[in-house]
């Protein structure tokens, strides 16, 4: 079976992309089914869900549309959880497979480097960046990277260690090629199925990430999100409960999505481990 | 001698680790926006023209790079983590006063999530593939994926408004009057919920963990010699395989018990709870950075002792560990 196949076989990771697909297209949507954007206030504050033709989430504190807020927080948890991933990736990806290949003091260093950044309370660092940095959208995009790159770099340091051992790098190197050239040519692109998992995997967490920022009033004030959204009701919830409860249930569902495709990945990669951890 | 040894050089590696960290905290307060004497007044708001300027002869903002490093170093080395202007008083003081109710919070957190994640892990593995597994399994997927701020709320809204089980808010019943036995039950019945939420993540790890280990292990040799042997299942899975499962669990829960600390932060805000934690969400809104730098430092230097006590513990248990190293 192909690997797609194999996914596709998986009903937890169709679960997770029919939800992904579907947060995709109500974050790229938002303009068109929200054109007066996540702020404006349309009715009166604190309208009960299902209650008010055209808002079925109800309104929150100062009479803004719940949904309109869900519908736009889509974008900004995908948008920071993507590009936050990516970010990591080129921080933890080049570390990893320098000292996964070099050896000696290169791994030795980067490995010391690695495992300081991997004491630090991830949440805590998180929080005093933004904090210092102030709280915009690419100081938190910054900050969750800086806080999850470590896992990638020890990843691909194993990878390409055990990778670099194979005979046919031996044979790239007598056949001449350059250090540099087996490194990024023959020994990476053998490591990419288990850091596409890993990603899938850091994106679910830096949405959890951002979010709870957000929550602790550290999301970029101009922008929507759902953490904020739950971090504004959080004194109201006696009275109020569908303002804090709504977009935690997308946070949920979106991050769940994630997590079932990354597994499914997972298992789709690795046939065989999958196999036996069921039986 | 050779868990001496190992002491000393943890102890050493988390002596430049923290060593490390006051490095790191200087550069922030430099890279924050603004003038670095403000910054540590708390923002201009706080401070007049006479206290920045005092400021920067104490900080001595006039000197060569270095030397204001190696001055910021040195006082947080003599524990002099600098003072809040906005709770008018030194930050280490803050700190220790809000120490206690998180020690208390994040280790009922650690205790319930390493207990309950390997009960679970266990009884699901025992039964792979069948109702019990898809639904425990399927229980920590949800839970791996909720934050934790979302489950505090969820609960309050459920345990403490709803049902008006638990208390949703606080430390104490406050104005009591409660002594000794009473007192302690009373503080008991407001630490579940926020020891439960905090530990809910960790309990979906540890249980996935637990399981995938304990499937692991009895695809072994010597477990197939044991039931060749036609030893009891519930007494291999007890003795023979639980033993060699755990090891992997409990390594990853000492490594990871001290990120507790950061979700701290956000269980301690929904619940009111007067930690560390919370002292950091408030010192946010008051932009009181000598007060989230102190507490960043604290709670890394809680994480390191955390990592240390699990290492002592976990070569007391497993006795190879000392040889290997």
Redesign the interface.
């Given at each position: 079976m192909t690997l797609w196949k194999r996914f596709l076989t998986n009903r937890g990771a169709l679960l997770g992309l029919a939800i992904l697909i579907a947060v995709i297209a109500v974050a790229l949507l938002a303009p068109v089914l929200y054109p007066r954007g996540p702020w404006a206030m349309v009715q009166r504050p604190f309208l009960v869900p299902f209650s008010t033709d055209g808002l079925p989430l109800g309104t929150d504190t100062l009479g803004r549309d719940v949904l309109a807020g869900l519908v736009y927080g889509a974008r900004v948890s995908l948008l920071v959880g993507l590009v936050s991933t990516l970010m990591a990736l080129l921080i933890g990806v080049p570390l990893g497979a320098l000292a996964g290949f070099y050896g000696k003091w290169v791994d030795e260093g980067a490995m010391r480097f690695t495992e300081?950044f991997q004491?630090?309370?991830?949440?805590?660092?998180a929080?005093?960046?933004v904090?210092?940095?102030?709280p915009t959208l690419t100081s938190i995009t910054i900050a969750i990277a800086i806080v999850s790159w470590p896992p990638v770099a020890r990843l691909v340091r194993a990878e390409v260690m055990s990778v670099t051992k194979r005979e046919y790098v031996d044979a790239a190197r007598l056949a001449g090629l350059s250090n540099l050239s087996i490194l990024v040519r023959q020994v990476l692109p053998n490591t990419v199925s288990p850091i596409i998992v890993m990603a899938s995997l850091m994106v679910?967490t830096a949405i959890?990430l951002e979010?709870?920022l957000s929550?602790?009033?550290?999301g970029d004030p101009n922008i929507m999100s759902w953490?904020f959204q739950?971090g504004a009701a959080?004194t109201v919830?006696?009275s109020a409960?569908w303002l804090?409860?709504f977009p935690?249930v997308a946070?949920?569902?979106t991050?769940?999505a994630l997590?079932?495709i990354g597994e499914g990945l997972n298992d789709a990669l690795n046939p065989h481990l999958s196999r036996?951890?069921?039986? | 001698m050779a868990i001496a040894g190992a002491i000393l050089s943890r102890l050493l590696k988390a002596a430049i680790?923290l060593l490390?960290?006051a490095i790191l905290n200087f550069f922030?307060?430099h890279?924050?926006?603004g003038d670095p004497a403000a910054?540590l007044a708390g923002e201009a708001g706080a401070a007049d023209e006479q206290m920045i300027a005092d400021l920067r002869a104490q900080f001595g903002l006039d000197q060569p790079f270095y030397v204001q490093l190696a001055r910021y170093v040195g006082n947080i080395v003599t524990l002099d983590l600098g003072y809040s202007f906005r709770q008018g008083q030194p930050v280490l003081e803050l700190i220790l006063e809000r120490l206690p109710a998180t020690l208390i919070l994040t280790l009922t957190a650690f205790w319930i999530s390493l207990v309950a994640g390997v009960a679970l892990g266990v009884a699901a593995s025992a039964r792979?593939?069948k109702f019990t597994d898809t639904l425990i399994t399927g229980t920590a997927?949800?839970f791996?994926?909720?934050?934790?701020?979302?489950a505090a709320?969820?609960a309050?809204?459920v345990f403490s408004?709803q049902l008006g089980w638990l208390p949703g808010f606080g430390y104490e019943t406050v104005g009591s009057g409660f002594g000794g036995l009473a007192r302690a039950l009373d503080i008991l019945k407001h630490l579940i919920l926020p020891a439960l939420t905090l530990g809910l993540f960790f309990m979906a790890v540890y249980m996935r963990m637990t399981r995938?280990s304990m499937?692991?292990v009895a695809?072994q040799d010597f477990v197939k010699t044991a039931r060749a042997k036609g030893l009891n299942p519930a007494t291999i899975r007890r003795r023979h395989i639980l033993r060699n499962a755990l090891l992997p669990v409990v390594t990853l829960a000492g490594l990871q018990a001290?990120?507790l600390?950061?979700?701290a932060?956000?269980t301690e805000?929904?619940f009111a709870w007067p930690g560390i934690g919370r002292l950091?969400?408030e010192s946010?809104?008051a932009?009181d950075?000598n007060t989230?730098?102190g507490?960043?430092l604290v709670?890394?230097a809680m994480?390191?002792v955390f990592?240390i006590l699990t290492d002592l513990v976990y070569r007391l248990i497993d006795p190879r560990i000392g040889h290997k190293a």
């Open positions: 300081f004491t630090i309370p991830n949440f805590a660092l929080i005093v960046l904090a210092i940095l102030e679910a959890l979010s709870s929550f602790l009033g550290l953490g739950i959080r919830i006696r409960w804090s409860f935690g946070i949920v569902l991050v769940l997590n079932l036996k951890g069921r039986s | 680790t490390a960290i922030l307060v890279a924050a926006p910054v792979v593939g997927l949800l791996y994926a909720t934050p934790l701020y979302w709320l969820m309050v809204l408004v995938a499937l692991e695809q001290g990120q600390v950061g979700g932060v956000l805000t929904v950091m969400f946010l809104a932009r950075y989230i730098l507490v960043f709670s890394a994480v390191i990592n």
